[in-house]
């Protein structure tokens, strides 16, 4: 292949540099910002300033983490210029593909874990053709790759779990054994202590350790730090634990608050330094052997590439527009937010929604954790248990509804020592050039403060654990799926070259174009009409101004999934119907989440005023009933037909339309009621109740005597009566829903309304 190839490789590499910087950033924002956006101590705008300029100082810091990219997988002497250029191929490509495939679910993964293992498959993969073309053994793949180093890095990444969890519930139980939940009403003198310890564990490890390599501190202060490290960190401890106070006194100043604010610009810092090296160090590396290459005159099937072993500073300049992509996709990736939200979710203090369902080893191992603290209660005497519990009990306060979804997800002592933690363990990695998961780190950090809080208690542990297992099965998954992908990618660009990596580039193009299309689109598809707002009102009179909305949602629903099911059933289609299926399940389940929500609500409603809960409670069993029979319908449909059993016959289906036909008038004006909240129009609706019933059962009797005289088929049989007697009921539960408006409702009473 010509210069000119190269040439564009380099530029797709930069290219493909730029967009992995964009999704690599989408992944790992939850890493700096979950702790602050979680404790809400700080404005969202002002967190983002604060993570911006962390980031652009993290940069600068990173050249030294390069070195990974160039030699630490691999043994680049053993490989030619073009063997290298295919594998920094195979490796961003496949980096983007699997980066925005997990943005796209909204799961945290490792970046790093993902470039090590991309890095060692591609590299891999190279290496076994190369030792197929000489004859040789298996054996001799421990010469092309760096065995020793990438046992490290991977081991490292894997202890990092272990090390995280374990540290930061260590950490987190003594400062809540010394703070409690009434970390407010404490002596000044420990929150400045408090302060002082945190502030001087992140100055010392990122302002020393991080940034060394900038030059930023004269060489005197580098060696004093050095020589005297135990005065250096009480020194600091002192002047910051004095300072604490001052402001803590004098300015009334939350000293939790700044060490949020301090250590979210610490831990963006971090990430920058550590991470870098996964989104542009291959895109270098590339372009300096691309300039070695070229300077050498050499064929590229011939230039030796040991010249990659040699330690090389990355020009400032790269690393600062590198750090500007990086700022600028913080602040307009919608993607990086529900990543945020699921870590978010799953170390929250309260009880609530669960994202996840539990499983058979979460229960397994919360059943066994039950058991273990049982036993260790037994041995404990129960004057500590009691003056251990006291500090864990969290103050109860009364919090109005409309205010419930503001307040944070856990307490600014919790999110002080996730960032306290994470920041100090990301750093020290650093400054041993080990490309540490700062996912791992932030995400196992952020679980072990949870667990030592208490957050997982009776009611969410299964559902806590299950989520934590699913994300941990997603790392294992990048390893995987980055080692087998770039493995691939690697051979087709070997055996294919300039054909191989258009199409591979015009393929991820076009798969990247889809999942932004497909998220897009599925944003825009969650609207108002498609999901269920919880109660907030304490009346009665509240309750049915609130849940009208609701009511015509689900009825417009409740039309369009019972229509879907007839017409799936007359064509016989069965992706249809498969669709079907899923709204029936996809209704259920928020109707299921509103039956969820009822304890908080009954518990915030006013003692005058409880007489709403039972109203509200009414609604939910007609709206589950519904839910129930719709589901029921769905589901027997789509098995019918995925079962390849006959079609219904002609007469059937004209029946079910007629069926259909009548219904559909009775969910329109029931729609139209509660849109409008004409409620004195229920009684003409209700006064159909007998010729409906009558419809039904006429239909009924004639399938009888069909089955009695003509009817061949068991399973149509079936599935006919099947439809009739759910649609009975759910003719019968959406009349009583309306009789239930239709005696409570008093339009003489205005509505309590509730703050949007």
Same mark, same amino acid.
């Given at each position: 292949?010509?210069?000119?190839?190269?040439?564009?490789?380099?530029?797709?590499?930069?290219?493909?540099?730029?967009?992995?910087?964009?999704?690599?950033?989408?992944?790992?924002?939850?890493?700096?910002?979950?702790?602050?956006?979680?404790?809400?101590?700080?404005?969202?705008?002002?967190?983002?300033?604060?993570?911006?300029?962390?980031?652009?100082?993290?940069?600068?810091?990173?050249?030294?983490?390069?070195? *990974?990219?160039?030699?630490?997988?691999?043994?680049?002497?053993?490989? +030619?210029?073009?063997?290298?250029?295919?594998?920094?191929?195979? +490796?961003?490509?496949?980096?983007?593909?699997?980066?925005?495939?997990?943005?796209?679910?909204?799961?945290?993964?490792?970046?790093?874990?993902?470039?090590?293992?991309?890095?060692?498959?591609?590299?891999?993969?190279?290496?076994?053709?190369?030792?197929?073309?000489?004859?040789?053994?298996?054996?001799?793949?421990?010469?092309?790759?760096?065995?020793?180093?990438?046992?490290?890095?991977?081991?490292?990444?894997?202890?990092?779990?272990?090390?995280?969890?374990?540290?930061?519930?260590?950490?987190?139980?003594?400062?809540?054994?010394?703070?409690?939940?009434?970390?407010?009403?404490?002596?000044?003198?420990?929150?400045?202590?408090?302060?002082?310890?945190?502030?001087?564990?992140?100055?010392?490890?990122?302002?020393?350790?991080?940034?060394?390599?900038?030059?930023?501190?004269?060489?005197?202060?580098?060696?004093?730090?050095?020589?005297?490290?135990?005065?250096?960190?009480?020194?600091?401890?002192?002047?910051?634990?004095?300072?604490?106070?001052?402001?803590?006194?004098?300015?009334?100043?939350?000293?939790?608050?700044?060490?949020?604010?301090?250590?979210?610009?610490?831990?963006?810092?971090?990430?920058?330094?550590?991470?870098?090296?996964?989104?542009?160090?291959?895109?270098?590396?590339?372009?300096?052997?691309?300039?070695?290459?070229?300077?050498?005159?050499?064929?590229?099937?011939?230039?030796?590439?040991?010249?990659?072993?040699?330690?090389?500073?990355?020009?400032?300049?790269?690393?600062?527009?590198?750090?500007?992509?990086?700022?600028?996709?913080?602040?307009?990736? =919608?993607?990086?937010?529900?990543?945020?939200?699921?870590?978010?979710?799953?170390?929250?203090?309260?009880?609530?929604?669960?994202?996840?369902?539990?499983?058979?080893?979460?229960?397994?191992? +919360?059943?066994?954790?039950?058991?273990?603290?049982?036993?260790?209660?037994?041995?404990?005497?129960?004057?500590?248990?009691?003056?251990?519990?006291?500090?864990?009990?969290?103050?109860?306060?009364?919090?109005?509804?409309?205010?419930?979804?503001?307040?944070?997800?856990?307490?600014?002592?919790?999110?002080?020592?996730?960032?306290? *933690?994470?920041?100090?363990?990301?750093?020290?990695?650093?400054?041993?050039?080990?490309?540490?998961?700062?996912?791992?780190?932030?995400?196992?950090?952020?679980?072990?403060?949870?667990?030592?809080?208490?957050?997982?208690?009776?009611?969410?542990?299964?559902?806590?654990?299950?989520?934590?297992?699913?994300?941990?099965?997603?790392?294992?998954?990048?390893?995987?799926?980055?080692?087998?992908?770039?493995?691939?990618?690697?051979?087709?660009?070997?055996?294919?070259?300039?054909?191989?990596?258009?199409?591979?580039?015009?393929?991820?193009?076009?798969?990247?174009?889809?999942?932004?299309?497909?998220?897009?689109?599925?944003?825009?598809?969650?609207?108002?009409?498609?999901?269920?707002?919880?109660?907030? =009102?304490?009346?009665?009179?509240?309750?049915?101004?609130?849940?009208?909305?609701?009511? &015509?949602?689900?009825?417009?629903?409740?039309?369009?999934?019972?229509?879907?099911?007839?017409?799936?059933?007359?064509?016989?289609?069965?992706?249809?119907?498969?669709?079907?299926?899923?709204?029936?399940?996809?209704?259920?389940?928020?109707?299921?989440?509103?039956?969820?929500?009822?304890?908080?609500?009954?518990?915030?409603?006013?003692?005058?005023?409880?007489?709403?809960?039972?109203?509200?409670?009414?609604?939910?069993?007609?709206?589950?009933?519904?839910?129930?029979?719709?589901?029921?319908? &769905?589901?027997?449909?789509?098995?019918?037909?995925?079962?390849?059993?006959?079609?219904?016959?002609?007469?059937?289906?004209?029946?079910?339309?007629?069926?259909?036909?009548?219904?559909?008038?009775?969910?329109?004006?029931?729609?139209?009621?509660?849109?409008?909240? =004409?409620?004195?129009?229920?009684?003409?609706?209700?006064?159909?109740?007998?010729?409906?019933?009558?419809?039904?059962?006429?239909?009924?009797?004639?399938?009888?005597?069909?089955?009695?005289?003509?009817?061949?088929?068991?399973?149509?049989?079936?599935?006919?009566?099947?439809?009739?007697?759910? =649609?009975?009921?759910?003719?019968?539960?959406?009349?009583?829903?309306?009789?239930?408006?239709?005696?409570?409702?008093?339009?003489?009473?205005?509505?309590?309304?509730?703050?949007?």
């Amino acid at each position: 292949m010509g210069e000119n190839i190269y040439i564009f490789m380099v530029v797709a590499l930069g290219i493909l540099a730029i967009t992995d910087l964009v999704v690599g950033v989408s992944n790992d924002a939850v890493n700096f910002l979950n702790s602050a956006i979680g404790s809400k101590a700080i404005s969202f705008k002002t967190i983002m300033i604060i993570a911006s300029i962390g980031i652009a100082f993290g940069a600068m810091s990173s050249s030294g983490m390069m070195e *990974v990219a160039r030699k630490g997988i691999f043994n680049p002497g053993e490989f +030619v210029f073009e063997e290298i250029m295919f594998v920094f191929m195979a +490796v961003m490509i496949t980096d983007i593909l699997l980066l925005d495939f997990f943005n796209t679910l909204g799961m945290p993964t490792s970046t790093t874990v993902s470039i090590v293992f991309e890095l060692l498959g591609a590299s891999v993969a190279i290496s076994l053709v190369k030792i197929i073309d000489i004859n040789g053994t298996f054996s001799d793949l421990g010469a092309y790759i760096n065995t020793d180093k990438a046992a490290e890095i991977i081991f490292g990444i894997l202890l990092s779990v272990f090390i995280a969890f374990t540290i930061g519930a260590v950490v987190q139980f003594i400062s809540r054994m010394l703070i409690s939940f009434d970390y407010k009403d404490k002596s000044k003198w420990v929150e400045s202590i408090f302060g002082g310890l945190a502030i001087s564990a992140i100055i010392y490890f990122i302002l020393i350790k991080g940034l060394k390599s900038t030059d930023l501190f004269d060489d005197s202060v580098t060696e004093f730090v050095a020589t005297q490290t135990e005065l250096f960190i009480l020194g600091n401890i002192v002047i910051w634990t004095l300072l604490s106070w001052v402001v803590a006194n004098l300015f009334r100043w939350n000293i939790y608050r700044v060490v949020i604010a301090f250590g979210t610009f610490a831990l963006a810092m971090a990430f920058a330094g550590n991470d870098l090296v996964n989104f542009i160090g291959v895109p270098i590396a590339a372009l300096q052997s691309f300039q070695d290459w070229q300077a050498s005159g050499i064929a590229p099937a011939e230039f030796n590439m040991g010249g990659l072993a040699a330690a090389v500073q990355t020009p400032t300049l790269l690393l600062l527009l590198a750090g500007g992509i990086m700022v600028i996709t913080l602040w307009f990736s =919608s993607k990086a937010k529900s990543v945020v939200k699921t870590s978010v979710d799953l170390s929250r203090q309260d009880e609530g929604d669960e994202r996840f369902q539990p499983n058979y080893l979460s229960r397994q191992i +919360v059943k066994f954790s039950i058991a273990a603290f049982e036993n260790l209660s037994k041995v404990i005497p129960p004057s500590i248990q009691k003056r251990v519990d006291k500090q864990f009990t969290v103050p109860y306060s009364y919090i109005p509804k409309s205010k419930l979804q503001d307040m944070p997800a856990f307490d600014m002592v919790r999110a002080s020592v996730n960032l306290m *933690v994470a920041s100090v363990l990301i750093s020290i990695a650093t400054s041993m050039k080990l490309p540490l998961s700062t996912t791992y780190v932030t995400f196992m950090v952020a679980m072990g403060t949870s667990l030592a809080d208490r957050a997982w208690g009776a009611e969410s542990a299964v559902y806590r654990v299950a989520g934590v297992l699913n994300v941990i099965g997603g790392w294992f998954f990048t390893a995987l799926s980055a080692f087998v992908a770039a493995a691939l990618i690697a051979y087709l660009l070997h055996l294919g070259k300039l054909v191989a990596l258009i199409l591979l580039l015009i393929s991820a193009a076009a798969i990247l174009l889809r999942n932004y299309m497909s998220h897009n689109k599925k944003t825009k598809v969650i609207k108002a009409e498609d999901s269920l707002r919880r109660a907030e =009102s304490s009346s009665i009179q509240g309750v049915i101004e609130e849940s009208a909305n609701n009511i &015509a949602n689900v009825i417009k629903r409740t039309n369009r999934i019972y229509t879907n099911a007839i017409n799936g059933l007359a064509r016989h289609d069965l992706e249809m119907l498969r669709k079907n299926r899923k709204q029936g399940a996809k209704l259920s389940s928020e109707i299921e989440d509103l039956r969820n929500h009822l304890f908080f609500f009954i518990k915030n409603l006013d003692e005058s005023n409880v007489r709403a809960s039972s109203f509200y409670l009414n609604t939910l069993d007609n709206l589950t009933d519904m839910a129930q029979s719709l589901e029921y319908i &769905a589901k027997v449909g789509h098995k019918h037909v995925q079962n390849n059993h006959k079609k219904l016959k002609y007469t059937q289906i004209k029946e079910l339309k007629e069926l259909d036909n009548k219904l559909e008038s009775l969910f329109v004006n029931t729609q139209q009621i509660f849109e409008k909240r =004409s409620f004195e129009d229920i009684q003409k609706v209700l006064a159909t109740r007998q010729e409906l019933f009558k419809l039904v059962s006429d239909k009924i009797e004639r399938q009888i005597s069909r089955t009695r005289t003509e009817e061949s088929s068991p399973k149509n049989t079936t599935l006919y009566f099947s439809l009739l007697t759910e =649609s009975k009921d759910l003719i019968k539960v959406i009349l009583d829903l309306l009789e239930l408006y239709f005696v409570e409702h008093d339009s003489s009473v205005e509505p309590a309304r509730v703050n949007p």
